[in-house]
């Protein structure tokens, strides 16, 4: 089964970006096309850009990027779960994405965003430009939840409608489309694994 990293993109204290990776996750394991990893950048902690040589060189210098090196590069497609911030995406994601190069292309990309009015489609759209220039292709089915703060049950989870479900399904069924025709080209770019920095 191809293997699918659903990526918590925000590291603000208070988020609601777990529960709704949460309640994404829960909706992928029982679409049931996908093994699935959780990368939360909260806890990858990653600092502002220090590595010396450009990612094309793949010459790491530190441990926390050859580990996120080796996280995304043995995962077959993504997700990002952002929340948007003055009509854009967290810092934190922007940093997470520069690090790494090779490890992103040739992949499929999608996307479950959230926000007030918008949803968090503004972020998306400056997404997608980034996402492409790093060889990913983007799904057309967006997941994108409005007036996030009137979705969360007094625990925090996420109470989802059925539009969001029947979006996030549609997702991933596009997710493993684009994936069986993308495996051919990362198989010829030689698109690189875990451990080789």
Request: with cysteine; hydrophobic share 45%; proline share 4%.
């Amino acid at each position: 089964m191809p293997r699918l990293l659903v990526i918590y993109c925000s590291t603000r204290p208070g988020r609601v970006c777990d529960s709704v990776g949460r309640w994404f996750v829960e909706v992928a394991s029982e679409h049931g096309a996908f093994d699935i990893d959780v990368a939360d950048l909260a806890e990858l902690r990653l600092p502002m850009m220090d590595e010396p040589k450009h990612p094309r060189f793949r010459e790491y210098l530190h441990e926390h990027t050859k580990n996120w090196s080796d996280t995304v590069a043995t995962a077959d497609a993504l997700v990002l779960v952002t929340p948007e911030y003055n009509h854009g995406y967290p810092a934190a994601l922007k940093n997470a994405l520069d690090y790494l190069f090779f490890e992103w292309q040739h992949k499929a990309v999608g996307y479950v965003s959230y926000g007030g009015i918008s949803g968090g489609t503004r972020s998306v759209q400056q997404l997608k430009q980034v996402t492409a220039a790093l060889g990913m292709m983007s799904c057309q089915v967006l997941v994108n939840i409005a007036w996030i703060g009137t979705r969360l049950a007094e625990d925090g989870a996420l109470i989802a409608d059925d539009e969001m479900v029947l979006a996030a399904t549609g997702m991933l069924d596009e997710l493993l489309l684009l994936d069986s025709g993308l495996q051919a080209l990362r198989a010829q770019a030689g698109a690189p694994t875990a451990d080789v920095h």
